[in-house]
């Protein structure tokens, strides 16, 4: 049996992404558990509702179809919508939860112990989603540059919630107090890369942002390729139905490989809220150090001592 991996230690790049892969082959069975009790529902909700769409989007030919279309259907769009927040919510909250479970010691963590505590976030995670979003919509409407900063500094906003009991407003500004760059960090390092090489304190300040930005953009891709890999067979028999190919009941088995595809995909998913969980014990970790250091310092003077007359 592999020891159980240490969560609050400072990691390189490297480090943590091994740190991502090693959490999830050790903790596959009970994560995988839990998202499929918790996430998937919500997700495959998400999916049905969308093929009904989908589906009823077959036939319209001209602009007018359209429009009749979405009117009709606009309570069936928000409740799509809505399935998506609060799908994209509880799989974060999930797999974050998970995490606190594990760092806690409970090595036989089931989806009770874990939805008991998506339950108490719940609605801090919606308003932090929320208002991440508008901070960042914002952001890229007035300046592009702030709302890029922002949106690699919110993916800690729900472990934050989940491990410091911090509601919505407190984990946006904790999310942006752990990553400790200004925000010009984009524009910084991607113009200014090979220049920022010999200014030590410049790159200091931008680092964490970066190193943020990386893991969580590795990740994403890999999310991508693998999430792309599973809709190739639903993509096919998509293609051969408009084709008119085939004998069998194309709509049946596009509904089977569409939900057997966003349960596998919900579980990929969670490599993100992982790699996000990884940095943020690592910055947590940075901080203790830091903080450790100056309790030393303090402690390394040695204090003043009165000595009498005759001890000269």
């Known amino acids: 049996m592999n020891p159980p991996l240490k ?5 390189d790049f490297g480090q943590k992404i091994n740190a991502t892969f090693q959490f999830v082959v050790q903790n596959f069975k009970p994560l995988a558990t839990c998202l499929l009790y918790i996430a998937v529902p919500f997700n495959l909700m998400l999916a049905l509702a969308g093929l009904y769409l989908n589906s009823r989007l077959t036939g319209l030919s001209d602009s007018s179809d359209f429009v009749k279309y979405f009117s009709s259907f606009s309570p069936l769009l928000f409740v799509t919508y809505l399935l998506s927040l609060v799908g994209f919510v509880i799989t974060n909250l999930t797999v974050t939860s998970f995490i606190v479970e594990y760092e806690q010691g409970n090595r036989a963590i089931t989806p009770a112990d874990v939805w008991g505590r998506v339950q108490g976030s ?3 995670g919606i308003g932090a989603f929320l208002l991440a979003l508008l901070g960042i919509f914002v952001g890229f409407i007035f300046l592009f540059v702030p709302g890029y900063f922002l949106a690699f500094c919110f993916p800690f906003i729900f472990i934050v919630i989940v491990r410091e009991n911090a509601d919505a407003f407190s984990a946006l500004k904790r999310s942006v ?4 760059s200004p925000w010009w960090s984009p524009v910084v390092g991607s113009i200014l890369l090979i220049w920022l090489l010999f200014f030590e304190s410049v ?3 931008i680092r964490s942002w970066w190193s943020t930005f990386v893991l969580l953009m590795m990740m ?3 999310v991508y390729i693998v999430s792309m890999a599973l809709a190739v067979p639903g993509m096919i028999l998509g293609f051969a139905s408009g084709m008119k190919l085939g004998t069998f009941n194309m709509s049946t088995t596009y509904v089977i490989l569409t939900i057997v595809s966003n349960v596998f ?4 998913q969670s490599l993100i809220p992982i790699a996000a969980a990884m940095q943020y014990y690592n910055f947590i970790a940075q901080k203790t150090e830091l903080a450790d250091a100056i309790d ?3 402690k390394d003077i040695t204090p003043r001592q009165d000595l009498r007359e005759e001890d000269f």
Do not use: M, P, Y
Not at 7 to 11: A, S
Not at 177 to 180: A, H, K, Y
Not at 265 to 268: A, N
């Open 7 to 11: 969560l609050v230690q400072e990691r």
């Open 122 to 124: 719940l609605l801090s």
């Open 177 to 180: 107090d752990l990553v400790e």
């Open 203 to 205: 790159r200091q300040q």
């Open 220 to 222: 994403v891709l890999i």
């Open 265 to 268: 995909s919900t579980l990929i």
């Open 296 to 298: 030393e310092i303090g």
